[in-house]
């Protein structure tokens, strides 16, 4: 159970406020518990059962785990993904965000990165699909790691920098 001013991770929308928890009583049926979230990174309010079992919903990570986080990065061995066909890797770079974790949207934005590389040395531009979901993966996880160090999202490859200089 959240309470109201709990930041939590819901599906794919990233990090949102818990601003309200009501009873909802829709004329001639029985009321139902509703948290009303508000994305922080986008407009709108959202209204999730309190029993929500669809949609993913998780608190947001501490500092220290965003910490700890960075400190694998450089542990990590990003290898490009390629496949011969759009589906296969939309199919592959979806299961990352499926998790819900942040090491595999790190590891995923990392392989884009060494894809990136890749087809820079053979004068090629990364892909469409490639492209939508770094930025899909950044956004998420810059999102959460912002949140929890309470900086804004643009100021997050910097403190990433930082961070990984202590090392």
């Known amino acids: ?9 819901y599906g794919s929308t990233g990090v949102c406020e818990v601003t309200d928890i009501a009873v909802i009583n829709p004329i001639g049926i029985e009321g139902k518990s509703y948290y009303a979230i508000t994305p922080l990174y986008q ?7 309190t029993d929500n079992v669809k949609v993913f919903m998780r608190p947001i990570i501490s500092i220290a785990e965003v910490e700890q986080l960075i400190d694998t990065i450089p542990f990590i061995e990003a290898e490009a993904y390629h496949c011969n066909g759009a589906n296969g890797l939309i199919k ?17 934005a990392m392989s884009i990165h060494a894809k990136k590389e890749f087809v820079a ?3 090629r531009k990364l892909g469409t699909i490639d492209e939508k979901y770094l930025k899909r ?18 100021e997050i490859p910097e403190y990433i920098s930082y961070r990984l200089s202590l090392s």
Do not use: W
């Open 1 to 9: 159970m959240f309470n109201v001013g709990d930041l939590v991770i």
């Open 92 to 108: 592959h770079y979806d299961s990352a965000f499926k998790s819900h974790e942040c090491k595999h949207l790190i590891e995923l």
């Open 43 to 49: 407009c709108g309010t959202i209204y999730v059962p």
């Open 121 to 123: 040395k053979q004068n």
């Open 137 to 154: 993966a950044e956004n998420l996880l810059f999102g959460e790691m912002a949140a929890a160090l309470n900086i804004t999202r643009d």
